[in-house]
């Protein structure tokens, strides 16, 4: 019987301290993922809109499918910037076992991603976190990282002043001491770890701003057009990524390609090397670490994996 899962329930099977393993051990295991389908769809208001298609499979287990629409401008008429569905099938057979709220998944992966890469990049000591951003993703990034480090303070900056109080408000409630900053240097100043999730399009985030220890996490930097940080700072830190995806595909990346200052080869690992316990992450605490994922079919099957497993009906899970 198909299953459908709406966006509270695909959340409540979601819990960071169950979905950080879960992810860890689908990077161990590996699975199939064809490159994603990308499609524009044309302009509106000045920004590119566009089409994701992200299939997974493990053989003789489950397959999934991810659908995503990118429409940045959509926060201008109060809309997400962002939806998405998935389909999980029985791989197997082939027969479709549920459909779950693809929003939800995307927003909690990519949050428990950024913390499995900061369990291995952010120093131990890490205390301080600076969110970018006020979207679904910023707002879940805070109990991520909880749950890999022990986080005693957030800030949280957003080029809309009050998103950022609104957001810190809401963090207060769950127990976290946050704070609005309104001077995204200050912030990145302050921070152990800096987490940006936005749809820039331009460079928000300096180089010259990051102390030593610093680790940089840049989730929303997934097209070519798209930046949340300069240049520079990848010119003399620790490169890690998600995928090799992220190096055809990343502005942030791509930029300081052309400019001379970064290169392919001077990437440390992707997270499925950190994982396998290939590369030991981060190697001093005066290293400056970053992060520049893209986000990955693989960490999308391993969630619905997961949201399927807590029925009693889930089969396989």
Known sequence: MLQIYDSSTTAARLPFDALIPALARMFREGCT??????????????????????????????????????????????????HSTYTLFDAGNGVPLAIIDGDRITTCRTAAASALAASYLARRDARTLLIV????????????????RDISRVLVWNRSPSKAVSLAQQLTQQGFD????????????????????????????????????????????FQPYMREADDASFADTAVFIDTEEALDKAGDLLSPIAAGVFSRDRV???LETLCQGRHPGRRSDEEVTVYKAVGTALEDLAAAMLVHAGNPAGGQG
Not at 139 to 146: M, N, R
Request: include cysteine.
């Open 33 to 82: 993922v064809p490159r994603r389908h990308n499609h524009a769809l044309g302009t509106t208001s000045g920004t590119q809109n566009s089409l994701l298609i992200m299939p997974a499979w493990q053989q003789g287990k489950y397959l999934g499918i991810k659908h995503v629409t990118i429409f940045p401008g959509n926060g201008a008429h109060g809309l997400p910037g962002l």
């Open 133 to 148: 951003g006020a979207g679904n993703v910023a707002a879940v990034l805070a109990p991520a990282y909880a749950a890999v």
């Open 178 to 221: 946050a704070h609005a900053e309104p001077d995204l240097q200050a912030g990145v100043e302050q921070a152990d770890i800096v987490s940006c999730a936005t749809l820039s399009q331009e460079p928000l985030v300096r180089r010259a701003w990051m102390r030593p220890g610093t680790h940089l996490d840049l989730i929303g930097s």
């Open 268 to 270: 440390q690992a992707t």
